[in-house]
Structures are given as C-alpha cells and as structure tokens.
C-alpha cells in the first residue's frame, strides 16, 4: 500500500511540505548525499510546475524519479546513476514520457544515457557548463517520510537499488 502510495506521489508531482534548503534525512537502506527532493521553480510560482527529482541512494547506486512541465504539459519517468565521487554521478539509464529526457516509455524498458548529475553549491545539477564547470540548479527539499517510504516500496526501486539486471 505505502508504495502504492508513493509511486502515485511520484507520479503526480506533489509533495508534502518543504523545510528551506535542507535536504531531507533518508532511510539508512536509501541514503547518500543524492539522496532526496530536489526542485527548481524557475519562471513560476506554481509548485505543481516545477521541476523536481526524487532520488534514493545505496552505496554508489542512485533511483529515482524525475519531473519536468512543459508547453502545458507534464512529463515524468525514472533514472538511474552512479556515484563517482560524494559529488559526481553519471545518469546512465533514463524511461519516462517522451521528451527531451527520454525517448523511452518505462513500460518499454530503459534508455541508456551517459549524462551527468552532480552536487555544487549545495544545490544539483543535472547539466554541465560548456567549460566544464557544475550549473547548480535544483534546491533540496524536504522529503516526507510517507513519500520517501512509498518510493522504496516500489518493486522497480528496490530492483534499481539492488543493481538488479546490470
């Protein structure tokens, strides 16, 4: 039920509360400094529009879920990542509604992607500058509980997490 409940969470984009920029404190089977919400809200003050990842964290292994709103439109799916470094990961697989993320229905499988996700100035990343440099832009939100625990409860986030099919 719990991850029934997340995963339509996930899904839809809401969120329970939010404490400043802290990020929230995650399970000790999910937790890494990737680990949790992660927003940016540039251009709206509609929160059901900004964009946001989910993200769970074992060892080097990061899960989670993405979301973006676009020409009106919502779009969402889930990646997987590696932990290189505290700060740096690499996206290596992506699915999701097609869209600039992914050309891959979760349904349908996993794209595979080589894009980065890091951490800079407190904030993530999921660009790099031309010169290299991190382009700081999603701010850590709190995480509730309820939702992180819905998402850890869903059989593909355990399946991610474990490595399983690697």
């Known amino acids: 039920m719990m991850v029934a409940l997340l995963g ?5 984009g ?6 400043g920029n802290e990020a929230a404190p995650t399970s000790a089977g999910a937790s890494g400094a990737f680990a949790g919400e992660w927003e940016a809200c540039p251009g709206t003050t509609a929160p059901e529009e900004c964009s946001r990842y989910v993200l769970l964290q074992r060892g080097s292994r990061i899960c989670g879920t993405w979301f973006h709103f676009a020409t009106g439109k919502e779009y969402r799916g889930r990646i997987v990542a590696h932990a290189d470094s505290p700060t740096d990961a ?10 600039v993320q992914t050309d891959t229905e979760c349904e349908d499988g996993w794209q ?3 894009k980065p996700l890091r951490i800079c100035k407190g904030k993530l990343s999921d660009l790099t500058r031309a010169d290299g440099s991190c382009f700081p832009y999603y ?5 509730a509980d309820d939702q992180r625990d819905a998402l850890l409860a869903e059989p593909w986030m355990e ?7 690697d």
């Open 8 to 12: 339509l969470v996930a899904c839809t």
């Open 14 to 19: 809401m969120r329970a509360g939010q404490a």
């Open 90 to 99: 690499r996206r290596t697989h992506v699915c999701g509604r097609q869209s």
């Open 112 to 114: 595979r992607i080589d």
């Open 139 to 143: 701010q850590a939100v709190r995480l």
């Open 159 to 165: 399946d991610c997490l474990s490595g399983a099919g």
